[in-house]
Structures are given as structure tokens and as C-alpha cells.
């Protein structure tokens, strides 16, 4: 079985067809389940993020693969296959492993070395272990992408190279001012309670403005946020909570606007904009961070609005980053690409040793109980030095190829030493495939603890 993933990205696809594609997280799930039915694949997840959809799999045949995952992402997406796949990119095996990881160290972001796509994978990790799509080798793949991120951001200068998806888009709305500069004392709408938008909404907090307005189709979790932000212990912002229906009321009254919520049509339209800013003469900032966009990007046209959206970040953010940090997170990625690719090799054929082992044992134990009905005066203390002398020569004989051939399965190419050993020892497939389910189950709670 092999990793391979499928997917689109702000690097491979115009904002236009990325905001077409996107995928609600109920439709993500459907994706999921259909990648498991479908035949080349035996494990799945999705990382669906604002500006890439990337579908991951662990897979028996490369080019059916390739062919079931991209029509799977056609058809969930809405965007036919004929439009979809000239935008589609492919990784397979190590590549796909270090594009995984590069994504995870935010190397692959809009902004270099943001750090917000770490909680993203989690969540893509998290919902495949839900929904059981999520095997082995999926888990250990998502595990070590989460940490190989958290080395980068801990262990290098990649936060220098760059900033997260709304810092830097809140200070884009000022032409690259600091947030602190310029938004102190406004009053802010944010539309939305997700991740992004409470990160929007605890940025601004810290910058001082006046007031924060949270809307949201559940008021419940909009009250939530409100009351999150305006704790004491917390950032002491006056904020309040209100329900999407009174979002034109609130919009005549801030100054600043985010929105990220997952609706499927516009939120606020150029009309909307207008007619709250009628009687408007002070600028108005408006920070879309949803895709699809929630703010018609008419809006820009409008006197007095500046609006800054995903495809307008993507610009912005092509101005290249700290190089010496950036070159240190690619080293640290290629060095655990190939810890990772080591690792997984070695396991490979872990099962097939622990059979090895076993078949040994049932042979040392059929001779000693063959010897005993030939012997049968020996007492416990002969029997028990016999047994334990058999198992000492087995062992001794055991131990220096199998210490050998886990080393050379851990290398490039060594996938074919468990084979080699199943045939040279005359193995029961059914032995090795029962240790791999037992192996298999274990990980399974293992990794579901750590997430």
C-alpha cells in the first residue's frame, strides 16, 4: 500500500474555481466514506482549508488511485472533472509525505509560516479517526506532520518569515501598518464564530478597538465568543453578540468588518455596503476571509471602502520571505521525510518478524514436547534447562538476521525483504496478517489518545 494525495491548492488554482470547490464539513465527510468504498482505497482523510482541498489516501494501485480520488474530489467539490483537473496536483509516496509536511510547517501557505494550518490538520486528522477512515499509516502520517510543524515554528525563525492569515490581512487593509496603528478605538463587526473568525475577533481585541460585534447563525456561540473576549482575565474589549438578521443595523455602525462564515452565497453585497455608508464620510474596513467570499467583491469600487479578500492576500503575499529561515524549515522537512519514510519501512516488515518469531517458538515448543514423551523421567528442573537451552540457540540464531534485515528494510527499496523473509521461512500469510490487525487495533487507541 502506498500514500498518495490529490488535491488543489491557491498555488495550482484560481480563487475563482477554489471558492466553487469548496467543501462544507458534511460533504467532507460523504468524500471520506465514498474514498473507502471506492477500490484502490483503503484509508482516507481531507485537509479543507480556505485556499486548498487536499484529499489523502492510502492506496494499492497508483494510476486507478489517482483516477477514483480526482473524480471523488469532482463530484463533492460540484466542479466538473474536465474543469477540476488541469488545476489538480499529485504526490505519491515521499513526495506526498514532504508535501504534508511542508504544508504543516506552513511552507505551502498563502503566508509564509503561518501557523494556523497546524490546528487544521489536526482537525482533518480528528475527523478521519471519527469516522474511522483514518488507518495506520494516515495517523502516523498526520501525527508526525503535527510535530514536524511544531518543530519548525519552535526551533527556527519561520514566525519571522511570516505572520498568520489575519494578522496579515488586517494589516493589509492599512497598507501593511500594524493593526495597533490604525484600528485603536474603531468598532468592529465580525460575522462568524468559527476558528478564524474568533481569531479575527481576539487580534482586534489586542489592537484596542472599542467594540466588538460578534454575528452569527447560532447566537448561542456568538454570545460565547462575546463573553470570552470581554472577560476580565481575558481582553476586556466591550463585545456583544448579535443575531445574522441585525448584521445591516451593525454594519452602519462599525468601521471594521471580518467575515468567514460558511455560507454558500454572499453575505454582504456591494448594495448592503452602500446603502450602510449613505451617510458615512469615515473609511470602512472590510476583511473577507471566507471561501467562497462572503463580501461581493463589488464593494472595492465603492468611495471610502477598502477591501481586502483571499485572492487580493495571495497577491500581497508573493513578496519573498526571510530566506535563511525558510531554507532551514525545507532542511528540517527533508530530514524527517526520510526519518518518517525509514520508519514506516522498518515497520513494514515488523509483522513478518514477529510471525518469524512466533513460528519459532511453536517449533521449539513441539520438540520439547517431543522429547518429553520420549523422556518421560526428566524431572522439572531437566525439562526446564532443556527448554531453555532450545530457545537460547533459536533465539541466538534468530537474532542477527532479523536485527539485519530490519536495518536494511528501513533503507530506500527495502520494501521487498518482508516478502523475501515469508518465502525463505516458508511464513503463513494468515500469521503475518493477524500480527498486522493486532498491530493495526493498538495503534488505532494509541493515536486516538493523542489528538
Not at 27 to 46: C, F, I, R, W
Not at 137 to 163: C, M, P, W, Y
Not at 183 to 201: D, E, F
Not at 304 to 316: F, H, K, N, P, Q
Amino acid at each position: 500500500m502506498s500514500l498518495l494525495v490529490v488535491g488543489l491548492s491557491h498555488r495550482s488554482a484560481p480563487v475563482s474555481l477554489l471558492e466553487r470547490a469548496s467543501l462544507p464539513s458534511d460533504t467532507q465527510a460523504k468524500l471520506l466514506q465514498d474514498s473507502l468504498a471506492a477500490e484502490p482505497a483503503t484509508e482516507a482523510t481531507v485537509l479543507a482549508t480556505c485556499n486548498r482541498i487536499e484529499l489523502y489516501a492510502d492506496v494499492d494501485k497508483f494510476h486507478a488511485g489517482v483516477a477514483e480520488l480526482s473524480t471523488l474530489l469532482a463530484q463533492h467539490s460540484g466542479v466538473g472533472l474536465e474543469e477540476l483537473t488541469p488545476y489538480l496536483y499529485v504526490h505519491y509516496e515521499d513526495r506526498a509525505v514532504h508535501h504534508l509536511f511542508s504544508v504543516a510547517c506552513g511552507l505551502d501557505s498563502m503566508v509564509v509560516g503561518e501557523g494556523q494550518i497546524l490546528g487544521q490538520i489536526k482537525d482533518a486528522l480528528a475527523l478521519g479517526q471519527d469516522l474511522h477512515t483514518a488507518g495506520r499509516l494516515l495517523n502516523d502520517l498526520f501525527q508526525q506532520a503535527l510535530r514536524v510543524g511544531k518543530r519548525a515554528h519552535s526551533e527556527t525563525g519561520i514566525d519571522r518569515a511570516g505572520q498568520s492569515l489575519v494578522t496579515f490581512g488586517l494589516e493589509q487593509l492599512a497598507d501593511g501598518a500594524p493593526v495597533g496603528q490604525w484600528a485603536a478605538g474603531k468598532k468592529a463587526l465580525v460575522i462568524g464564530a468559527g476558528s478564524m473568525s474568533s481569531l479575527a475577533a481576539a487580534t482586534l481585541a489586542r489592537a484596542g478597538v472599542a467594540e466588538i460585534v460578534v454575528a452569527n447563525r447560532t447566537l448561542a456561540r456568538a454570545e460565547r465568543l462575546a463573553e470570552i473576549l470581554g472577560e476580565p482575565g481575558g481582553t476586556g474589549v466591550t463585545a456583544r453578540a448579535a443575531e445574522m438578521v441585525a448584521v445591516g443595523d451593525e454594519l452602519g455602525r462599525a468601521d471594521i468588518v471580518v467575515s468567514c462564515t460558511g455560507a454558500t452565497g454572499l453575505v454582504l453585497t456591494a448594495d448592503d455596503i452602500e446603502t450602510a455608508d449613505r451617510d458615512r464620510t469615515a473609511p470602512r474596513y472590510l476583511l473577507d476571509l471566507a471561501m467562497p467570499r462572503d463580501i461581493d467583491a463589488a464593494a472595492h469600487r465603492l468611495p471610502g471602502v477598502r477591501l481586502v479578500d483571499i485572492e487580493s492576500l495571495a497577491d500581497a503575499s508573493a513578496d519573498a520571505p526571510m530566506a535563511a529561515d525558510v531554507d532551514q524549515v525545507r532542511t528540517l522537512v527533508s530530514d524527517e521525510v526520510a526519518a518518517f519514510g525509514a520508519a514506516q519501512r522498518a515497520a513494514h516488515i515488523t509483522p513478518t518478524v514477529v510471525a518469524l518469531r512466533t513460528m519459532a517458538a511453536d517449533v521449539v515448543a513441539g520438540e520439547v514436547a517431543r522429547l518429553e514423551g520420549r523422556l518421560p523421567g526428566l524431572d522439572d528442573k531437566q525439562r526446564a534447562e532443556i527448554t531453555q537451552t532450545v530457545r537460547r540457540v533459536v533465539d541466538k540464531l534468530l537474532h542477527a538476521p532479523t536485527v539485519r534485515v530490519k536495518q536494511l528494510a528501513s533503507e530506500p527499496g527495502g520494501a521487498g525483504y518482508a516478502d523475501a523473509l515469508r518465502t525463505l521461512f516458508d511464513l503463513d500469510p494468515e500469521t503475518v496478517a493477524s500480527v498486522s490487525r493486532a498491530d493495526l487495533n493498538d495503534a488505532d487507541v494509541k493515536n486516538r489518545g493523542r489528538v
